[in-house]
């Protein structure tokens, strides 16, 4: 059920998130990340609920292996969110007007 190749996982995540221009949707990468640990969270529930006591020790096993893996994921994406909104506020034009 969950597959712990994270070769692919990894792929996936950088085909959907790169531009024609070769950089990166640093917003979409911590969208899909919010995702991810969205839907382990809401599994483990359901599993739970319904006494899938199998699936929801594979469901461990890939939430534990993903929280892992997740800092190197969106790490980048991350400071270069974080670095852009720090950037846009100190524009001039963004800047209070005290007249």
Request: some cysteine; proline content about 4%.
């Amino acid at each position: 059920m969950f597959t712990r190749n994270k070769e692919t996982l990894d792929a996936a995540i950088e085909t959907l998130t790169e531009k024609p221009d070769g950089d990166e949707k640093h917003g979409l990468k911590l969208q899909i990340n919010a995702v991810i640990q969205r839907a382990i969270k809401s599994l483990w529930g359901y599993y739970n609920d319904m006494m899938q006591d199998q699936k929801v020790q594979k469901l461990e096993r890939f939430q534990q292996a993903y929280s892992f893996r997740a800092p190197e994921i969106s790490a980048k994406a991350r400071y270069k969110t974080v670095n852009n909104s720090l950037d846009k506020t100190r524009c001039p034009e963004n800047l209070p007007n005290h007249n």
